[in-house]
């Protein structure tokens, strides 16, 4: 497969994700909650956690919000990575994402930990879009935050 080929199943999945999200629509039950805006493009997203009592796992991620393909899509591919890790290994996979979001291309994303998530990293050789892939991510460090914080 040519790197064109390969560039362009990353833009079909980035696009698949944007129209049919996964994970779309808040749910009531969640132990945190986060409302993130991209000042620079408009792009919002409010992501929940539901945490399974007791634990720290994550049973679900649910978010909505309005964007451009790439935070939209973002979040969907959040939602697949996020459900029944651990919050500690929810941070991880936040920290490893932000990492190859600002090495401007030269820090490929790992696909083992973040799955089809990892598609995203051609974007980040465009200072940009950054804000808008990371949009969800924020969210759901911030979520993590308050329910660290509870």
């Not at 990575?81 to 291309?105: C, H, K, N, W, Y």
Request: include cysteine; proline fraction near 4%; charged fraction near 20%.
């Amino acid at each position: 497969m040519t790197s064109s080929e390969l560039q362009g199943l990353y833009q079909e999945l980035i696009l698949d994700h944007s129209r049919h999200p996964h994970g779309y629509g808040l749910v009531p039950g969640a132990a945190a909650q986060s409302h993130q805006v991209n000042p620079t493009c408009g792009d919002e997203v409010t992501l929940e956690l539901h945490v399974t009592p007791g634990t720290d796992t994550v049973e679900h991620v649910h978010w909505e919000g309005h964007g451009c393909a790439i935070s939209q899509a973002s979040a969907s591919l959040f939602v697949e990575m996020a459900d029944g890790l651990s919050m500690p290994e929810l941070q991880q996979r936040i920290d490893v994402f932000r990492t190859a979001m600002r090495s401007r291309g030269t820090i490929e994303p790992d696909e083992d930990l973040l799955g089809d998530a990892a598609v995203l990293g051609g974007v980040s050789r465009y200072i940009a879009r950054v804000k808008c892939a990371m949009l969800a991510w924020v969210a759901a460090e911030h979520a993590i935050a308050q329910v660290k914080a509870a």
